[in-house]
């Protein structure tokens, strides 16, 4: 079963930066794609960046020049670089892979979440 660990979440001021890491742990053959989506308190989830084995990037409109997602394969580990937060950025910031497992089967999992705060 693999795992994903987020790390980097916390409370800052309006303007300020924060990095979350995610490491995808266990028995993974391939990472397909690997990204970052948030859930604001009576919000959906929804997809805030997103980044294939190949290095393509998406983003949604509320991150495009704020935000950077960045892939280091071999570790297994994507990153969310979040520059000049503002409080409509707080949520929780759920870290989701699209990979093949040892077993050769296609997998989709996500991890538990870290809270990102961000006040005015």
């Known amino acids: 079963q693999v795992q994903l660990v987020e790390s980097g979440g916390g409370l800052v001021q309006a303007g300020e930066s924060l990095r979350l890491s995610c490491v995808a742990s266990?028995?993974?053959?391939?990472?397909?794609?690997m990204g970052w989506y948030r859930q604001a308190p009576g919000k959906q989830r929804e997809l805030v960046a997103d980044?294939?084995?190949?290095?393509?990037?998406s983003y949604a409109d509320s991150a495009k020049g704020r935000f950077t997602i960045s892939l280091d394969s071999a570790k297994h580990t994507v990153y969310l670089q979040m520059n000049n937060l503002t409080p409509e950025d707080t949520a929780v910031y759920y870290c989701?892979?699209?990979?093949?497992?040892?077993?050769?089967?296609?997998?989709?999992?996500w991890g538990q979440g870290t809270q990102v705060t961000v006040s005015s």
């Open positions: 989701n892979a699209d990979y093949v497992e040892a077993t050769m089967t296609r997998l989709r999992s």
């Open positions: 980044i294939t084995s190949g290095g393509s990037t």
């Open positions: 266990g028995s993974i053959y391939i990472i397909n794609d």
